[in-house]
């Protein structure tokens, strides 16, 4: 608890989503306010200011006005002046929501390299689901102020606690649906025109109205609308084509639902009006109450 400590003494860096840099001060005395605030002597504060410059990549510029960095090197100089206090926690607002795709990417790697090295404990926020999936040891996922999920990157995205969670870390198709019948394990729901999925029962119960949830990335197309065997899967039309570079994604209608499918790699792009199929695995769906 440190809402009785004195900010000056709570040893809590912070970088702002704007940055927050003093314009009228040159990097220099940005990254050394605080410094001076506790205070520390001229010799150790040169030292240490002159160091963690370096160690953000900024050497040569102490001398530049924020209005004459470049948005990523505002950046850098928010995130040396929270961390050359020594803090024994990090916050982090939204940081890089100012920054370009490339140079947002960049970035986020020297965040995490610095972290790493630094050992701080370091709280990111962000709505941007990869900053979260690539840089967090552990995602607490929120709505509304009230946790709906915490784990791992990998549990969060491969095992959401609920449909919210489901649709807000990654893509995911959510269909409404209905649980058939429950053995011991397993349940059977369906869903559109009567197609039937098998998912973990988990306490479901025949009758209870579920929403069922797949990853784009969990299904496959095939350019033929052939019945699959064992029911899994689904036969339909591409309704839309959006071609991403290292992956593509298809749009298609079937069983009067529509869905997702991510594919990756190097393969004829199927237009849209095409017949195909879609296949799934086994436990490839999950269903929420």
């Not at 809590?12 to 520390?40: C, H, K, T």
């Not at 840089?135 to 606690?161: C, D, F, K, N, S």
């Amino acid at each position: 608890p440190v809402e009785r400590v004195p900010i000056h003494r709570r040893n809590i860096g912070m970088v702002f989503q704007q940055y927050a840099l003093f314009p009228f001060l040159s990097v220099f005395d940005n990254v050394a306010y605080g410094l001076r605030e506790r205070p520390v002597p001229k010799p150790e504060l040169r030292k240490r200011v002159i160091s963690m410059l370096g160690l953000v990549g900024l050497s040569g510029l102490e001398q530049r006005r924020p209005q004459e960095l470049s948005g990523g090197q505002q950046q850098r100089v928010a995130l040396a002046r929270a961390l050359v206090i020594n803090p024994s926690l990090l916050l982090l607002d939204e940081p890089l929501s100012n920054l370009d795709t490339k140079l947002r990417e960049r970035v986020r790697g020297e965040i995490r390299d610095l972290q790493k090295r630094l050992g701080i404990t370091t709280i990111f926020v962000t709505h941007d689901q990869d900053e979260a999936l690539s840089i967090a040891h552990v995602i607490v996922v929120m709505r509304g102020g009230r946790i709906e999920q915490e784990g791992t990157p990998l549990e969060i995205y491969r095992r959401p606690a609920n449909a919210f969670v489901a649709d807000f870390i990654g893509a995911c198709n959510l269909l409404p649906a209905r649980v058939m019948e429950v053995d011991d394990e397993t349940a059977t729901c369906a869903f559109g025109a009567g197609v039937t999925v098998r998912v973990a029962s988990l306490g479901l119960r025949a009758g209870d109205d579920v929403t069922l949830a797949i990853r784009p990335e969990r299904m496959s197309i095939a350019a033929e609308a052939v019945a699959p065997a064992g029911g899994k899967g689904i036969t339909g039309l591409v309704s839309a084509v959006s071609y991403l570079g290292s992956r593509t994604s298809y749009e298609v209608d079937a069983a009067g639902v529509s869905l997702r499918c991510d594919m990756r790699g190097e393969s004829e792009l199927l237009a849209p009006g095409t017949p195909v199929t879609l296949h799934w695995g086994p436990a490839s769906w999950q269903a929420y109450r």
